[in-house]
């Protein structure tokens, strides 16, 4: 008998389902009733369903006695299974893109330098820059149109020969990201998933000047800190949220290209910048 089991996303339902049953993902059925959507902006949010039921043993049984000779054992690779739905032939590759590279790293590495110089694994064939310009412009603004926002003409240009320019202006843009900017993350990983993926370009983002009066914030509060690394070495910032750790990390990097700067995590999960000299 198939058990239903709902969550954010279908990792956590395939782990709930495990958790339950006491089983290896292995070992279980999987239909996908619903792969589950995050939205847009919180709206059309889905949670993840799937139904599960434990693999029929009687199968496997009844195929042992029809041969006479015991088979040698041989390891395989875990499969999921299902008869049910073709959506789960790409289950396994579901689970191992959400494993091996986690969302969060990929907002991480928005204006890293270093990241915009990585290797990739696809052939991309580069269009003219005004072609690229030009079609980001108009897709853009046609998917804004159908919102609620009053917004100017979006505008996007290259920043660098690897990051896209797109600023947001207009009587609503400030309330596009919300109070002190909190889904201005949120808007940064859905533009940027989008025009890495089919341009292999990163993204800067402005959006009624968020970025640039936080350039300025951080930028304040480096004086002092670039006067300490001066007189003592080392230094480690107080925790940063969102962009200002990747402004802090690319002027720091550059003030001192000598010396050991990275970002580093503590144990409550906030970020931090460490600048240190190099180990000999």
């Known amino acids: 008998m198939s058990k239903q089991f709902r969550a954010k996303t279908l990792e956590e339902a395939y782990k709930n389902a495990t958790a339950s049953l006491n089983c290896s993902i292995t ?9 589950g959507n995050k939205g847009f902006f919180g709206l059309f949010v889905k949670e ?6 434990l693999k029929n043993s009687h199968s496997k049984s009844q195929k042992q006695k029809e041969y006479k000779e015991p088979k040698p054992v041989q390891t395989k690779k875990p499969i999921i299974t299902t008869t049910k739905s073709p ?3 790409q289950l396994k590759k579901v689970i191992q893109q959400q494993i091996e590279q986690p969302k969060e790293q990929i907002f991480d590495d928005f204006y890293s330098s270093a990241d915009a110089k990585k290797t990739h694994d696809k052939i991309t064939i580069k269009k003219d820059d005004n072609i690229i310009t030009t079609e980001v412009q108009e897709k853009i603004n046609k998917l804004f149109s159908h919102t609620c926002y009053k917004l100017d003409k979006i505008q996007v240009s290259f920043y660098d020969d690897e990051t896209l320019y ?4 207009g009587e609503d843009a ?3 990201i919300g109070k002190e900017g909190y889904r201005y993350k949120a808007l940064s990983y859905i533009l940027f998933n989008w025009i890495h993926e089919k341009y292999n370009l990163m993204l800067r983002l402005e959006v009624a000047q968020f ?8 930028s304040n509060y480096l004086v002092p ?12 910032t107080k925790p940063l949220d969102g962009v200002l750790v990747h402004i802090a990390l690319k002027r720091l990097r550059d003030e001192f290209p000598e010396k050991y700067v990275a970002v580093k995590t503590n144990v409550k999960g906030d970020k931090y910048i460490l600048v240190n000299e190099y180990r000999k």
């Open 27 to 35: 070992d279980l059925d999987i239909e996908i009733v619903q792969s």
């Open 48 to 53: 993840a369903i799937i139904l599960v039921e």
């Open 87 to 89: 959506e789960t032939k």
């Open 166 to 169: 797109i600023e947001f202006k």
């Open 174 to 176: 400030a309330l596009l």
């Open 211 to 218: 970025l640039t009066s936080q350039e300025e914030a951080i």
């Open 225 to 236: 800190v670039i006067q300490t690394i001066k007189e003592d070495g080392f230094y480690k």
